[in-house]
C-alpha cells in the first residue's frame, strides 16, 4: 500500500486545503452548488480553475477507488478560509499520485481567474511540499508548465524549484525540488521571517 499523507485538511493561515473524497468529487461532477454544500464554501462564478474538468474528476475518482492507499495523493481543493465573510473555494492542487519507486512525487495547482496575484498560489504549494517532505519516502518532487505561464513558473520559482528540462508532453518544462533543497528553501524562508519581523518592531 502506497504511504499516505497526515490524514486530513492542510491549514495554512488563509487556506484550508481539503483533500478530495469521492463524495467530493462526485459532488464537483454535478456542479458548483453540489460542490459548494459539500465544502461548505461559496463557489465563485469563475470555478473550476484551467484543467479541472469532468474527465480529470472522473480520472481523480477512479483512482480514489484503487484503495485507501490513494487517499490524499490526488485532487485537494483550496477553500480561502472567512475571516468573518465566510468560506470561498479559490482552487485545486494537489498530488499526481502516491510517491514512486525513487521517491518522487509531482504536485499541481490552479487557482480561479479572480483571486490571482495574491499569493494564494504559493502559500499552497508550499503547504503541499510540506505535507510531502514530512514522509520519509518522499526525495524529491517535481511540476509541470508551460514555458509560456510565467506566473506559474514564478510561483515554483518561489518555493525553491529549479528547472531541470523538459516535461512528459512536448511544449512542457518540468521543475524539481530536491528534500535538501526544500530544507535549504525552508530555512531561508524562516531567517527571512525572522529578519522582517525584526525590522517591523524597529519601526516601531
Known amino acids: 500500500m502506497p504511504p499516505g499523507p497526515p490524514a486530513g485538511e492542510i491549514a495554512t493561515p488563509r487556506l484550508e486545503i481539503v483533500p478530495a473524497t469521492p463524495d467530493l468529487v462526485r459532488a464537483a461532477l454535478s456542479g458548483p452548488r453540489a460542490l459548494g454544500e459539500g465544502l461548505r464554501a461559496s463557489v465563485p462564478p469563475t470555478w473550476p480553475p484551467d484543467y479541472l474538468d469532468p474527465p480529470s474528476l472522473q480520472f481523480t475518482l477512479d483512482r480514489l477507488a484503487e484503495g485507501p492507499g490513494q487517499a490524499g495523493w490526488w485532487l485537494h481543493f483550496v477553500v480561502l478560509s472567512g475571516d468573518g465573510g465566510g468560506r470561498t473555494l479559490i482552487g485545486s492542487g494537489g498530488y499526481k499520485g502516491p510517491p514512486s519507486a525513487d521517491g518522487t512525487v509531482e504536485v499541481g495547482y490552479s487557482i480561479v481567474t479572480d483571486h490571482r496575484r495574491r ?3 504559493t502559500e499552497a504549494v508550499g503547504a503541499l511540499l510540506a505535507r510531502a517532505f514530512a514522509l ?13 505561464l510565467t506566473p ?3 510561483v515554483l520559482r518561489k518555493c525553491g524549484f529549479s528547472l531541470i528540462g523538459e516535461g512528459s508532453e512536448p511544449g512542457v518544462i518540468r521543475l524539481a525540488l530536491t528534500r535538501a ?4 528553501w525552508r530555512s531561508r524562508r524562516v531567517s527571512d521571517d525572522q529578519t522582517s519581523i ?3 518592531a524597529r519601526r516601531r
Open 136 to 148: 520519509a519516502a518522499v526525495e524529491r518532487v517535481i511540476a509541470e508548465t508551460l514555458p509560456e
Open 119 to 121: 499569493g494564494y498560489a
Open 198 to 200: 525584526a525590522k517591523g
Open 152 to 154: 506559474s513558473i514564478g
Open 181 to 184: 533543497e526544500y530544507t535549504r
